[in-house]
């Protein structure tokens, strides 16, 4: 057998920056930028449509799951058409009128020209400010106003406003007016003319509380920030069509409560608009202010979602610490002012917010007024009985919740959320009865676009997995498969219940979990395979073929979606892995024939996996996964059995196929189902670090699949029994190689223990020492006894690498 050089020409540096998933293409990105942990939908609340955008989020606002821009029209009221169409007593049809108004038809224009010549003037004076100050499609460049043209508008618009005898043109023409003197940068005529124009008119449309909005510029503009929240406050309150721009103002200037702002408000419901658009700001607890609206306004459509609100900003105290979803940007998800503080008040806080549920849930006032209802409030009160880990009250307050009627959808489903939650976190033994609620729940959560409800998916799934495996390990820690899946000391779980628990951790992969899109809370369904013992595989596989399964046994496997083939072929890849060729051989083939005759067979297992040569010297493979697990099986069994150079061959083909099985090899694809060139740094170079804790850097510096431990054992034992020298070195040669990829694998590790910004010519010194002292031991070995042999000669002459081998220069592969 010729052997040339068994490694890839790819740099590792070029590896490193560019990863090829062979045989799977990479799903989506998160669903949902606005991703957190959070088990609790605000969506249970009343909240309208066009509110959710100010629902909690760790982004600038709640971008709308469905996809929606913030600013899509639909969205926004269209008070202006509608405003037009009375004012028309509808003798043009609405659609008509907001083309007019908004893109560019003229049939507007042409009705009012020929009924109504006041009319026909203002919306010609309109479309004249509009050209002055064009919008601009691009916000990154602003469109250039024309000064010189706005003032004269202006001027035009008080001579207007003082003629006009049409109480509906008068107003729009001191809102003009008002504008106008904004644009040209004059905040505080901005005030004189709202003053002037807009406060005395005794017909008040939307129209004046955009004045208004214009008004509170200027305030704002001038200084006075208390005065600028107070008229913010009435236009968020009164104008739908102006409440984003209001809100907005105070989250982009970073302006909050002030007593002072406060002060100004001369009604109850000025005072509580003053208190609701402060309570929706980030970075600021908002109990208090909502304490303050149900007294003042009990009729207001905000108190639930700003309930909401504040329940999923303190859910973040709850799930921060270990959790790899807020790991990687804790400090840009912060939304208080004394983050290290308030974690320490957590529990004392949401005490305070549940009885504020329990009150809100008892207030008739809410309920009459379509506010609050009972059942919302005795949800969010159980959920934060949940949060604080007292199950016993939460589930007695959901009953309650349930009970009680509601025509609001996802608030049914968010009590049934909370119910799976519930079950999920008791510590009593698994029931048939327990067993037949789980599966109803799964099958219902499973497979969403909402990060809420596949968050709560994994929890429980996580949480079952555990009780299980008779562990008591945290969710953060559950991967379970990287040792053992043996139960705690005290009890150890069964054959049947492991493999319930692998197929319960297999359902939090973002491969089964979800249609569309990975969450950041999903585990990685290729990891957990590559990570599971052998034996925890049979039981897998056990557990499906069972004759007597219950139909929750029927149930979960259904909802994995796996088939005997998956199963066989995953057995077969477990044992492979661990060198049970004959097990895996067996296994391999209950496979259909039609699998290995498929892709990915046909496209990363063609070539003969005995065989190690340079890529224009590849051999065709003769071999399927059965016949090839049978043919290593028969060599160790004929090597056992065999003395020197026959020994030392049968040990080198067994040498050459456990190193194919590897990813430096041909026949990986028979132990994972995935190969990338950035391997193993692949696990290490992950954003926020959560693959890393699943792969575990001590397994990854130990893995056979990137150190070839066991094609070095092989090889090593064909240099030992070899009495021909040629076949001595180049067995020892091979050894020597596979020493080099367990150090490359020692040294990935390495590197991301020690930061990735370290100093490289202090790294390199480091891992050349590292090197020479643990794993040069077959690399000197071969240097100092076989340089002048043939094999040496002949791989001098054809392989381009192997000089550089020679020479050490491999060592630092990757930089």
């Known amino acids: 057998m010729r052997l040339s050089n068994p490694f890839s020409a790819l740099s590792r540096k070029t590896a490193l920056a560019f990863a090829i998933l062979l045989g799977f293409a990479c799903g989506p990105g998160p669903s949902d930028i606005n ?14 449509p066009e509110d959710q955008l100010y629902f909690f989020s760790p982004q600038i606002y709640n971008t709308p799951e469905n996809g929606l821009p913030v600013d899509n029209d639909s969205l926004v009221v269209d008070e202006s058409t509608q405003a037009w169409a009375a004012y ?38 309109l479309t004249d400010t ?303 009865e327990t067993e037949s609620k789980l599966i109803g729940y799964l099958e219902r959560f499973g497979k969403t676009a909402s990060f809420r409800l596949n968050n709560a998916f994994v929890r429980a799934c996580q949480q079952f997995a555990s009780r299980y495996k008779g562990s008591a390990a945290s969710e953060s820690s559950s991967w379970g498969w990287l040792t053992s899946c043996m139960g705690s000391k005290k009890e150890a779980a069964s054959d049947a219940d492991i493999a319930k628990a692998f197929l319960l951790t297999m359902l939090t992969t973002h491969e089964l979990a979800t249609d569309q899109a990975y969450f950041m809370n999903n585990t990685d369904q ?124 049968l040990y080198y083909q067994l040498g050459c196929g456990a190193y194919n099985l590897s990813w430096h090899g041909n026949a990986w694809l028979l132990v994972h189902r995935f190969r990338s060139g950035v391997e193993p740094n692949v696990y290490i170079y992950m954003p926020y670090g959560g693959q890393t804790d699943r792969i575990g850097l001590e397994r990854l510096a130990n893995d056979n699949y990137y150190t070839t431990a066991a094609a070095q054992r092989y090889f090593g034992q064909s240099a030992k029994a070899a009495k021909n020298p040629e076949l001595a070195a180049r067995s020892l040669y091979m050894t020597a190689r596979c020493e080099e990829h367990a150090f490359l694998a020692r040294k990935a590790v390495e590197q991301a223990q020690r930061g990735f910004d370290a100093d490289p010519a202090l790294f390199n010194k480091s891992m050349d020492s590292l090197r020479q002292g643990q794993y040069a031991t077959y690399f000197n070995q071969y240097r100092q006894q076989y340089t002048k042999s043939s094999f040496h000669a002949d791989m001098v002459r054809e392989c381009a690498l192997y000089s550089a081998f020679l020479a050490g220069e491999t060592a630092h592969a990757g930089e």
């Open 35 to 48: 991703e957190f942990m959070s088990f609790f939908m605000p969506e249970s609340s009343n909240a309208k």
């Open 526 to 649: 290729l990891i957990i395979e590559d990570s599971t013992s052998a034996a925890t595989a049979q039981k897998v596989v056990s557990f499906a073929m069972q004759p007597s399964a219950t139909d929750f046994d029927k149930r979960l496997l259904k909802l994995t979606g796996f088939d005997n083939d998956y199963l066989y072929a995953f057995l077969g890849r477990r044992l492979m892995a661990e060198q049970q060729y004959n097990a895996a051989a067996e296994a391999f083939a209950k496979v259909s024939e039609k699998t290995w005759k498929d892709e990915p067979f046909t496209l990363y297992f063609t070539v003969n996996p005995f065989t190690i040569n340079l890529p224009d010297e590849k051999t065709d493979n003769p071999y399927t996964p059965v016949t090839f697990a049978r043919r290593m099986a028969e060599l160790e069994t004929q090597a056992k059995q065999a003395s020197g150079d026959q020994a030392a061959e």
């Open 130 to 432: 509009q050209q002055a100050a064009p919008e601009s499609e691009d916000p990154w460049t602003p469109a250039k106003a024309d000064t010189t043209r706005l003032t004269a508008l202006l001027e035009q618009a008080k001579t207007a406003y003082a003629s006009a005898a049409d109480p509906f043109l008068k107003e729009r023409y001191g809102f003009q007016a008002v504008k106008l003197a904004d644009q040209i940068g004059d905040p505080a005529q901005s005030q004189t003319l709202y003053d002037q124009f807009i406060k005395p008119l005794t017909r008040k449309s939307y129209v004046s509380d955009w004045a208004l909005c214009r008004r509170a510029g200027a305030s704002l503009a001038l200084g006075d920030t208390a005065r600028a929240i107070y008229e913010f406050a009435q236009v968020f309150d009164r104008c739908p069509s102006r409440r984003r721009e209001a809100e907005a103002s105070l989250r982009i200037h970073g302006l909050r409560f002030t007593e002072k702002a406060l002060g100004l408000a001369q009604t109850d419901q000025e005072k509580a608009a003053v208190y609701a658009l402060c309570a929706i700001q980030p970075k600021q607890d908002a109990l208090s202010f909502l304490e303050e609206i149900v007294k003042l306004t009990p009729q207001n459509p905000l108190i639930e979602l700003i309930f909401a609100r504040e329940i999923n900003r303190n859910e973040y105290y709850f799930f921060t610490e270990g959790n790899p979803v807020y790991a990687y940007d804790e400090a840009s998800r912060r939304d208080s002012i004394a983050f290290t503080k308030r974690r320490t008040e957590t529990d004392s806080y949401s005490g305070k917010l549940k009885a504020f549920a329990l009150d809100a849930a008892g207030n008739k006032q809410l309920s009459q007024q379509n506010a609050g209802s009972p059942a919302f409030f005795l949800t969010a009160a159980a959920y934060l009985d949940y949060l604080r880990k007292d199950y016993a009250s939460a589930g007695k307050t959901l009953e309650q919740a349930e009970q009680m009627p509601t025509g609001n959808e996802t608030l049914k489903k968010q009590i049934a959320v909370q119910q799976m939650l519930l079950l999920a976190a008791q510590p009593e033994k698994i029931t048939p």
């Open 88 to 125: 028309l007593k509808n003798a043009l049809p609405a659609p008509e009128i907001r083309q007019s108004l908004y893109k560019g038809s003229t049939a507007l224009s042409r009705y009012l020209q020929t009924n109504n010549a006041p009319a026909h003037a203002y919306l010609t004076f």
